[in-house]
Nanobody, 119 residues
Framework: QVTLVESGGGLVQVGGSLKLTCRAYGHLFSSNTMAWYRQVPGGQREFVASLTSGGDYRYADDVKGRFTIDRERGTMVHLEMNDLRPDDTALYVC??????????????WGKGTQVTVSA
């Protein structure tokens, strides 16, 4: 079993920056994708960014150039967020998918960390 724990959220002014961290506890297979999603109350969970263990990056269009995802020691992922806007306000949730190239071996979610951007 894998547990994901996020940290780093908070209140920031428009144009400010925050760095989120997600740590994976437990056995996460070496072939995996770690990602960030975000969700507002009553809204759908939306993709923000992902990074595979092979080094493939993906970003949602509205965060490209402002957000950077990075990994540390294989079981930790960071999300550096710059030039924050009010519509970035959301609960940011970490996701990890373990796979072997043919099948998904596990799909894990954290509880999230709140980011609030004030105008």
């Amino acid at each position: 079993q894998v547990t994901l724990v996020e940290s780093g959220g908070g209140l920031v002014q428009v144009g400010g920056s925050l760095k989120l961290t997600c740590r994976a506890y437990g056995h996460l297979f070496s072939s995996n994708t770690m990602a960030w999603y975000r969700q507002v109350p009553g809204g759908q969970r939306e993709f923000v960014a992902s990074l595979t263990s092979g080094g493939d990056y993906r970003y949602a269009d509205d965060v490209k150039g402002r957000f950077t995802i990075d990994r540390e020691r294989g079981t930790m992922v960071h999300l550096e967020m710059n030039d924050l806007r009010p519509d970035d306000t959301a609960l940011y949730v970490c996701n990890a998918v373990a796979h072997n190239g043919r099948a998904i071996l596990g799909n894990y979610w954290g509880k999230g960390t709140q980011v609030t951007v004030s105008a």
